[in-house]
């Protein structure tokens, strides 16, 4: 079956750098767009940067824009997010999502999602 599985998420100091990645097993990775959203406490599920299965063209949140990267290897089925001068803003749970073919920015069109990586940022 798809598992998505998410690593390299902590505590880091607000001015400080993460690289998050996602694992991805049970899918052609190849043909699937891959997200990354977030969630803080009692808010909803937000888009943070998106990735096409073909050509690779991203897309970012205006929040996260000029200090997120996202990136993938098909080969080694993994997606990352490459995150900046981080804020307390940004702390939350991050989650990689795929889907098939169309890249949207909206969570309930992505059919499979791993379990989150939590990220803090202190101020």
């Known amino acids: 079956q798809v598992q998505l599985v998410e690593s390299g998420g902590g505590l880091v100091q607000a001015g400080g750098s993460l690289r998050l990645s996602c694992a991805a097993s049970g899918l052609t990775f190849s043909t699937y767009t891959m997200g990354w959203f977030r969630q803080a406490p009692g808010k909803e599920r937000d888009f943070v940067a998106g990735?096409?299965?073909?050509?690779?063209?991203?897309d970012y949140a205006d929040t996260v824009k000029g200090r997120f990267t996202i990136s993938r290897d098909n080969a080694k089925k993994t997606l990352y997010l490459q995150m900046n001068s981080l804020n307390s803003e940004d702390t939350a749970v991050y989650y990689c999502a795929a889907k098939r073919f169309t890249a949207t920015r909206k969570p309930s069109e992505y059919g499979y999602w791993g379990q989150g990586t939590q990220v803090t940022v202190s101020s």
């Open positions: 990735i096409a299965w073909a050509g690779g063209g991203t």
